[in-house]
């Protein structure tokens, strides 16, 4: 797994985003092209990211496995909650990193596996999404 291993396997990401469209296109409401879009504008975000970090970081930012486990997030759930759980996997593994590096516990430049961070995320908008998107707004508008 990607905590201990660093890897998210294809035999997992593969049939998930497969099954994710299926499901999206018969059993849930999000429909066949919500599962579609969510799945390019996760996995295309993150795949974006990818490929920028050597030219903006000047190392690799994040692994293929990530871009593959929020392609299937992103089938499952649809475009907006798959953009919801980058920025809620972001926040809650830059909590958890500056934690860990504030407690010498890492370095700065050690590896933090995103994979964990996308899940709690996707959990998180799966279960609060909408809830969330209407506190924000209320921010937005007062």
Do not use: C
């Not at 690799?60 to 089938?75: H, P, S, T, V, Y």
């Amino acid at each position: 797994t990607d905590l201990s291993h660093k890897i998210i396997p294809n035999a997992i990401t593969f049939p998930g985003i497969v099954l994710g469209l299926i499901s999206a296109g018969t059993i849930l409401p999000l429909g066949l092209v919500n599962g579609i879009i969510g799945l390019l504008v996760g996995g295309g975000i993150l795949w974006l990211l990818a490929w920028a970090s050597p030219y903006l970081f000047g190392k690799e930012g994040m692994g293929g496995g990530d871009i593959k486990l929020l392609a299937m997030i992103g089938a499952f759930l649809g475009w907006k909650p798959a953009v919801m759980t980058i920025m809620l996997g972001s926040f809650l593994g830059s909590v958890v990193g500056v934690t860990l590096i504030a407690s010498k516990a890492i370095k700065r430049e050690d590896y933090i596996p995103f994979g964990p961070f996308l899940v709690f995320g996707a959990l998180i908008s799966l279960f609060f999404g909408q809830a969330l998107l209407d506190w924000y707004e209320s921010l937005l508008t007062g």
